[in-house]
């Protein structure tokens, strides 16, 4: 799911975790690592060593260009990092 004309190109089509168009709301599950989370990560910025750190700078950059694009569109956008919810251990009775 995308918010058409929210994000600009070539993001444009970058499809959020959940989408909560009345309040105008987008959530994302960030990765700790791929996402390069300040709380895991802090005070360290990878060096692009190798293909896959040069991946992450990408994401990084991406990220960046999302969080900028989806504020200054009005929308508001709730990232949830991994780190709060891997060791969760919630058990759902139903
Ligand atoms: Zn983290």
């Known amino acids: 799911m995308y918010v058409p004309g929210l994000l600009p190109a070539p993001?444009?089509?970058?499809?959020f975790d959940t989408i909560l168009a009345q309040i105008k709301?987008?959530?994302?599950?960030?990765?700790c690592y791929w996402h390069w989370c300040p709380i895991c990560h802090p005070n360290v910025t990878?060096?692009?060593?190798s293909p896959q750190l040069r991946n992450i700078l990408r994401t990084i950059q991406k990220d960046k260009i999302i969080r900028e694009a989806v504020k200054k569109g009005g929308w508001k956008l709730i990232e949830i990092w991994e780190h709060?919810?891997?060791?969760?251990n919630l058990q759902f009775k139903i």
């Open 25 to 31: 709301t987008v959530i994302e599950h960030q990765g």
């Open 84 to 88: 709060t919810t891997k060791y969760c």
């Open 11 to 15: 993001y444009e089509y970058h499809k």
């Open 46 to 49: 990878p060096e692009p060593t």
